[in-house]
């Protein structure tokens, strides 16, 4: 617990003096008040951008986090230092992915105010914007891992990103799209916010997300018994 | 004195390249060793596989008494590491640099600051290490290896493309902390560096111990190497080998007063490596 303090803390001065990153947790929660604030198109959704930017968020600013801060991390030598300073690399991995879950929670704060839930909607709200960020953070964390550098990372990580972060939007413009994005976490993510209120939770976009949830950490135990942390 | 560090027959090879070959090494507590070599020689490698960062291909490693493939993370705080692949937090500052790994060892806050004060870092604590000049980072990586006050010390080439003044600072560093009982091993390809600080040396060549012992014993082994060197008065400089035959010659000019000044030349480990290898070292 205290290797996984030690590297939350040096990971919050860290990202303050990082610019790169920190545009990635501000974003979309910037965006989404200025958005809410000053557009406004007659039959929009209510707080439709909000919700819409909530669901980008998720599939963009952990995933892209955690993979930039691993990969900088085995680039400039940092990373071999703390796996020979006591720390183990889940400890490690332990330790970014709570900073990064958090850092994303707090950026939700900033949706749910805006989706304006009563206080149980809020609830559920927070509980599925922290199981995306969870996945996200993983996913995040397969791309960190298998990256040697954050060239590498920046790489695989956008097309990764585009497709989680962006096909709910797409799918609305789209059949085809719509139909393959009913297959991603973020897809039943999105459906679930907008149906906060509204109606009742389709019990399959659970089990889809579930799926997406087994897979991920799936793919992260393979990835990490075969390449290490680094 | 009881061996800080052994190896006994390490073998390692890169694909087709064999690096090293059956390496015997011992270490002796309390002492600075260096193991100096050309660029390439596999100097890093027999640090990677000591600290237990790289298994060898054959062979045994010991640390502390611990076997180097044995370590446990808990372990690693009783030696510590400065390679030049060891990066720093660009964007921290020299406090909080090491501030994470005194976190982790569960070390006060003073710690950081008497580890910066060991280094010469003190009125730096606030600046960033991507502001550091290349001998204020090496210092602060010296910092850092040394945050746990670690009884072995792995330094990897520490001063090199340092300006003089900054390598003198961090060898006078390093004689400090053997005054205080520390381990150092060391690799450099500077041979002089090699002669002011070690105890004793190991020369490695074509992934093998060329020579083994203190700079004094090798050199002196290559006594043969001494050479007298004679300023004449009319400016000319003569080089003669040590031998009876250069005796006579001495004596003849010396009673034809020709000879403004005279010294023998002690050969040095630079010596030493050119013999056995034909070739200098790369500075």
Known sequence: MKNISAIFIKQIKDTLKNKTTLIQFIMFPILAVIMENSVKIENMPEHFFSKLFAVMFVGMAPLTCMSSIISEEKEKGTLRVLMMSNVSPLEYLAGVGAYVWTVCMAGSVVFGVLGNYDAKEFILFMAVMAAGVLLSVMIGAIIGILCKNQMAATSAAIPVMMIFSFMPMLSMFNKTISKAAEFFYTQQLNKIINSIGNKDIEPIGIVIAAVNFIAAVIVFVMSYKRNGLE | ?283
């Open chain 2, 1 to 283: 004195m009881e061996h800080a560090l052994s190896m006994k027959g390490i073998s390692k090879s890169f694909g087709e390249k064999n690096v090293l070959k059956k390496i015997d090494l011992e270490v002796k507590s309390g002492e600075i060793f260096g193991l100096i070599g050309p660029s390439g020689a596999g100097k890093t490698t027999i640090i990677k596989i000591l600290t237990g960062q790289l298994k060898a291909d054959s062979g045994t490693s010991v640390i502390g008494g611990i076997d180097s493939l044995s370590l446990k993370p808990e372990d690693y705080g009783g030696f510590g590491i400065m390679m030049d692949n060891f990066g720093l937090y660009d964007r921290l500052n020299c406090c909080d640099n090491l501030k994470i790994f005194a976190d982790i060892y569960g070390l006060n806050k003073n710690t950081v600051h008497q580890a910066l004060s060991a280094v010469g870092l003190t009125g730096n604590e606030k600046t960033a290490a991507a502001k550091l000049s290349k001998g204020m980072k090496s210092r602060l990586r010296l910092a850092r290896a040394l945050i746990t006050d670690p009884d072995i010390l792995f330094l990897d080439e520490p001063t090199s493309g340092l300006d003089p003044a900054s390598a003198e600072d961090i060898r006078q560093m390093l004689l400090n902390e053997k005054k205080r009982g520390k381990t150092i091993f060391l690799t450099t390809h500077n041979m002089s560096e090699a002669e002011k600080l070690c105890d004793s040396i190991a020369l490695l060549l074509d992934g093998g111990i060329a020579e083994y012992g203190s700079p004094t014993e090798i050199c002196r082994r290559y006594d043969h190497k001494k050479t007298i060197c004679i300023h004449m008065k009319n400016g000319t400089d003569k080089i003669l080998p040590h031998s009876p035959k250069s005796a006579e010659a001495i004596a003849y000019l010396l009673s034809k007063d020709l000879i403004e000044t005279i010294h023998t030349s002690e050969p040095t480990l630079e010596t030493v490596f050119m013999e056995l290898t034909g070739k200098e070292l790369a500075s």
